[in-house]
């Protein structure tokens, strides 16, 4: 009797899932990729370096941390220096990668910073090469080394992503078109990277606004699932391709 009855029941499960109307699908063209590839080259050439105020937010396994005052001198995608600042000015933690090795400093006594010190550790080791960070707090894509392959995926509606492949990795690309005098130029709007078919982190750019001729993301968030780790960054006030000293990258006593 219960055979029976299991016969029945999935015969009953089988035609009723026969009978539900199946979702359309979305059909996807593949476009050549050399002249999105080629816009965005133009955009990280033209992009040499930044000094900003921001706020930065991080969040990791559901606890919070806002630091409000964090200067950032970003040296295209060769080095960085993030260093935050306290109400009176006093410096509270300093990260920096000087093109080599990443060095850092937080106050002993600071729990709560010491927490945020090795959330961002932990995001960097996932195999994520500094460059990916920088080409982030600039709002590009990191640049691409031979050998890849890529292709650009475009739905009925015109949205397009871009998808670049190499040995290991796969990256994913979601792009928005604005206008800078006049031209139409496309820019990264999501960036997302899995390393050996594991996701890696997804970055969204939005809150663009126009800097001496370059377009820039004044909002960033970077999500890293294995570690449950985000980080935002907000530009408060950001200088684009400004004069840098080889000092700044030099994490003095």
Not at 16 to 30: L, R, S
Not at 136 to 156: D, K, M
């Amino acid at each position: 009797m219960k055979t029976f009855l299991f016969f029945v029941c999935s015969i009953v499960a089988f035609l009723f899932c026969a009978c539900m109307p199946k979702q359309p699908t979305i059909p996807i063209t593949e476009l050549p990729a050399g002249p999105i590839l080629q816009s965005l080259e133009k955009r990280q050439q033209a992009f040499r370096g930044l000094k900003a105020l921001a706020s930065v937010e991080i969040r990791k396994w559901g606890k919070r941390r806002l630091l409000e005052n964090v200067g950032i001198v970003l040296d295209g995608q060769r080095r960085l220096r993030m260093e935050a600042y306290g109400p009176l000015g006093q410096t509270l933690m300093v990260l920096l990668w000087d093109g080599t090795d990443i060095l850092s400093r937080v106050p002993e006594n600071d729990r709560d910073l010491e927490q945020a010190q090795v959330g961002i550790s932990n995001f960097l080791s996932e195999g994520i090469d500094m460059r990916e960070i920088c080409a982030a707090l600039s709002g590009n894509i990191p640049e691409l080394v031979r050998p890849y392959n890529a292709v650009q995926l475009c739905s009925h509606r015109n949205d397009c992503d871009l998808e670049i492949r190499t040995s290991n990795t796969v990256r994913r690309v979601r792009f928005i078109k604005t206008t800078l005098d006049s031209v139409s130029i496309p820019q990264p709007a999501e960036d997302s990277l899995y390393k050996s078919g594991e996701f890696v982190y997804h970055a969204r750019f939005t809150e663009m606004l126009v800097v001496s001729q370059y377009n820039i993301p004044t909002k960033i968030e970077i999500d890293n699932p294995k570690h449950k780790f985000t980080i935002v960054i907000t530009y408060q006030d950001i200088e684009i391709n400004p004069e840098i000293s080889d000092e700044t990258f030099i994490l003095a006593d």
